[in-house]
C-alpha cells in the first residue's frame, strides 16, 4: 500500500509505503535484521534491502552496524520520530473511517493497582456521560503498558510509575501512598511502622518484575542497601495478600489494594520510619497523536471523578 511520497534527493519522487517505514521501526527497537524479519513475518534479505534502499535515497546511514546488533544514528532518530508519527497518524485513519457512521472509538491503559481500584469507576462514568464512546480497555504492567503506547496500541492510559520515554507525555492526575503489609502471626503485626533496618533479609512476596510498585520499593531498598529476600512474585493483588496472609513473607501494596483486608483483619498494615513512600498515578498520552474528542471526555471525567476521590 503507497502511503506517503517524499521529494527524492535524486530529482525524482521516492514513494514509500508502509511496509518499508514499519519495517524500519521493527529494526529500530529489535536492533536486528533477522529479529525484525521474524517479527514481521518476512525474510532477512528483505529487511536489509528496504533499509538499504532507505539509506540510498536519504544520502544517509540510518543504522551502525556490528556484529552483536544495530545502533541507530542520529539521522535514524530523526527518520524513526517521523515514521512513527505517519503510521500513527494512518491508523487513526482507519480506525476513525471504519466507524465514522458508528461510536467514538476510545482504547485506554491502566496498570494493575489502577485497573483493580480506580479503572472500573472510571469507564462506568464515561459510558454513562457519552454513551456514544466505545472504550476498551488493557490492564498490566508499567513496562508493558509503556511498551502497547510506544507502538500506538492505546490512545491513553494511567500508570503508577514515570514513564521516561521522550515521546511519552505524563501528568500527575492522583496521589497514592504505598504500604507494607504482614500477617497476623508476623512479628511485626503489633507495630504500626518499622524502620528499613527492620526489613534487613526479610522474605517478601512481590508483584512482578514491570510493575511500578515493585519498581518504587526496590529503588528504595537498593538506595539504601537493604538486602532482602524474594520468595513469591505474581501480577495479582489478592494472591499477593493472600500469601500475605497465609504468612509467606511480606508485602508491598498500594494503601487502595489493601484497604478492606485490612479492616477485615485479614492484613496488618505498616508504615516505613523516615521513608516516604507517597508517588502519584499518571495520565500518559503518546506525541505522535492527536488529542480526539473521547480522549478529551475521558480526561474530563477523570478529573470529576478524582475531584470527588
Known sequence: MIFLKYSSINGGIFVA????LKTFIAVA???KMSEAAKRLYISQPT???????????????LFERSPKELKITPAGRIFLYNARQIIAGHEHLERSMKKVHSLRPLRVGATLTIGNTLMGTLAECLMERYPDIDITVFVNNTKIIEQKMIHNELDLALVENVIARQEIMTTPVLEDTLCLICGNKHPFAARTSVSLLDLQNQTFVMRELGSGTR??????MMTHHIPYVIKWECCSRCAIIDAVRHNMGLGVLSRRCIEEYVEKGDVNACSLENISLNRYFYLCHNQS?????QM???INV????????
Open 17 to 20: 509505503t508502509l511496509k518499508q
Open 29 to 31: 527497537e529489535y536492533k
Open 47 to 61: 529487511v536489509s534491502q528496504i533499509i538499504s534502499d532507505l539509506e540510498q535515497e536519504y544520502q544517509a546511514k
Open 215 to 220: 519498581a518504587m520499593f526496590e529503588n528504595i
Open 289 to 293: 497523536q492527536a488529542y480526539t474528542s
Open 296 to 298: 478529551e471526555d475521558f
Open 302 to 309: 477523570i478529573k470529576d471523578v478524582l475531584t470527588e476521590t
